[in-house]
């Protein structure tokens, strides 16, 4: 059958159909594009667009003293920031309207912010759409902004307009609400809510909260508001944990307090003092001066968090002349009633000479047995007792008070000090070594050996976190153990020594009025960088325990380049024997009658 349509207009309908099977085919590659390709891209923007992503801040854990006293907390507050673009509430802002505008604002919210109007206006003349006006303000700060933004009746009826570009955003605020009482120990956290020393930091994982977040449908307007019943996605905070020290505020209030003063009447560039429980190693106090607080870390200089107790290294002096008497006792067959030497004030050692230091106006003193060598804190003495139980014995001795380790004090960028090796210790080495020079240890390794004495030869752990506790649950205590570095007669007769230090030697500034002390005093030339000791400048110490019968606080008190008099004795025992004589009151330690002299109590 013929058709009768012409092939012209056969033709144009092929045509139309090529074109509409095309059409078809590019609509539905489109389609593919959009609904394939593009799907995941425009599922995105349509999110972004439809729904908007609030943050749920987690609160970082609470760091606690022993007893329960919160010495570190997080809350929640507010930052105030600004949108200059907003500032202006003319319909078409100029120039000119701008800078009436923002400096209108700038005269109200000065005296509000404490911010002088010219810093604001400056601020809000940025370019940009956000800029910070005050970070964690104060409640009574945000409340004034907060009724800065609200329009109000002025006292002549006249309506006053509201700011307008002013915002505030929650934040989390970290609060020390002891200011600078164990500001380096506690350390701080940054903005970025990360702990940047101290505990916050070498426990930050555990003290971190986690934050969570909450996703909402929001309408078509502008100002994008949430859609009431519109929550699609939420995401709870978590909590963080909370860390309980081994300190005590008050012996801490009591530690930094003796500290300051003593600093500052021998004029010292600085001082630390210590406070453990010889019986477990814990930190009771942990005191540096000067010191830092750390809700204001911003105005003290970085050098100002480190915490000197921990990271500092200094040479140990005659505080160290416990390792050759231990030696003697342990290893050399030696007692305390032991004759060691007879000095004369200098020992020649190969082509060195040793000298005494003075003391009581003579560098001779004469006779001594072991007792006396530390009793008197004679140098000679001491080299001769290193001398006669050899480097090895030496070594093995230095080593099992934990002079070659750090203590695991629980703080971040501890020392461990420097102790030479003993294949390289000639004999005036290991004369030098005997009396604390050439070698550096840190406050915790001294302060715990002198502990290994008070508690019958076992090295206590040294710590400062007692347990962490999990939200909702128990605190879990962390476990420690100590070793046994010294056998307990070594350590008894050692204790006895020390008593006798403090009773007619060179510590008589440290004796207390009811309680038997036993210490150690302590005098150092500072080393220089160089080589050498730097003319004039000393580190005077004192370290031990009380009562001496019965153990209840070990004390290291060091002084940095005190003026005027240096010895150990004069600068750091009379600052032991006051932490000492109120933390033992604190703890309900009673005093007992002792056989003394009225002119020695204190």
Not at 53 to 68: E, F, N, S
Not at 344 to 355: C, D, E, F, V
């Amino acid at each position: 059958m013929r058709s009768d349509i012409p092939a012209s207009t056969r033709r144009c309908i092929q045509c139309w159909c090529v074109a509409f099977a095309l059409l078809l085919v590019a609509l539905g590659g489109r389609l593919f594009v959009i609904q394939v390709l593009l799907h995941p891209a425009l599922a995105r923007e349509a999110k972004r667009l439809q729904t908007v992503k609030a943050g749920l801040l987690g609160t970082r854990g609470t760091i606690y003293d022993r007893t329960g006293v919160p010495l570190a907390f997080s809350r929640i507050c507010y930052s105030i920031f600004a949108d200059p673009e907003e500032i202006d509430p003319s319909e078409r802002p100029s120039p000119e309207s701008r800078r009436k505008a923002r400096r209108a604002a700038a005269a109200r919210l000065a005296p509000v912010l404490g911010q002088p109007e010219s810093e604001i206006d400056a601020l809000l003349a940025e370019p940009g759409r956000f800029v910070w006006l005050s970070r964690r303000a104060d409640d009574r700060v945000v409340a004034q902004v907060r009724e800065l933004c609200r329009a109000r009746e002025g006292p002549d009826g006249k309506k006053i307009p509201g700011l307008r570009g002013i915002g505030f955003i929650a934040e989390k605020k970290r609060l020390y609400p002891y200011g600078e009482l164990a500001g380096q120990t506690l350390g701080l956290v940054r903005d970025d809510h990360i702990g940047g020393a101290g505990i916050e930091l070498a426990y930050d994982r555990a003290l971190a909260g986690l934050d969570g977040y909450v996703v909402a449908e929001v309408d078509g307007s502008s100002r994008r508001r949430i859609i009431p019943g519109g929550r699609l996605e939420q995401v709870a905070p978590q909590a963080g944990r909370d860390v309980y020290l081994t300190i005590d505020v008050r012996i801490q209030e009591m530690a930094e307090g003796a500290l300051r003063e003593g600093v500052e009447s021998c004029n010292a560039s600085g001082g630390t003092a210590i406070v453990l429980d010889p019986m477990t190693g814990a930190v009771l106090a942990l005191a540096n001066y000067p010191s830092m607080d750390p809700n204001r870390y911003r105005e003290f200089p970085s050098e100002a968090w480190r915490n000197p107790a921990v990271t500092c290294v200094y040479e140990p002096g005659s505080t160290f002349k416990l390792v050759a008497a231990c030696a003697a006792l342990q290893d050399g067959g030696l007692t305390a009633d032991s004759p060691v030497i007879n000095c004369t004030g200098s020992k020649a050692i190969g082509r060195r000479t040793i000298h005494c230091a003075l003391h009581h106006g003579t560098r001779a003193h004469g006779a001594l047995d072991l007792r006396g060598v530390i009793v008197k804190s004679c140098n000679i003495g001491a080299a001769t007792l290193a001398l006669s139980v050899g480097a090895d014995k030496f070594y093995k001795t230095l080593r099992a008070l934990g002079f070659t380790q750090r203590t695991g004090i629980g703080l971040p960028c501890e020392a461990m000090g420097s102790v030479p090796r003993p294949d390289t210790w000639r004999d005036i080495r290991l004369a030098n070594l005997a009396f604390g020079q050439g070698i550096t240890v840190t406050p915790p390794q001294l302060l715990a050996a002198y502990t290994a004495i008070a508690g019958d030869g076992i090295l206590p752990p040294v710590h400062i976190v007692d347990r962490i506790g999990q939200p909702g649950k128990q605190p879990v205590e962390l476990a420690y153990e100590g070793r046994r570095a010294l056998r307990p007669d070594t350590a008894r007769t050692m204790a006895d020594i020390l008593g006798d230090v403090v009773t007619e030697g060179t510590g008589q500034a440290a004796r207390l009025n009811g309680f038997t002390v036993a210490g150690k005093t302590g005098t150092a030339q500072k080393p220089t960088a160089e080589a050498g000791y730097a003319s004039g400048k000393y580190i005077g110490s004192f370290v031990g325990f009380a009562p001496a019968e019965e153990p209840r606080v070990a004390i290291l008190v060091i002084m940095d380049e005190p003026r005027g008099s240096h010895y150990g004795s004069v600068v750091a025992a009379p600052v032991f024997c006051d932490i000492a004589r109120r933390g033992l009151s604190y703890l309900g330690m009673p005093p007992r009658l002792l056989v003394q002299a009225p002119d020695v109590l204190r």
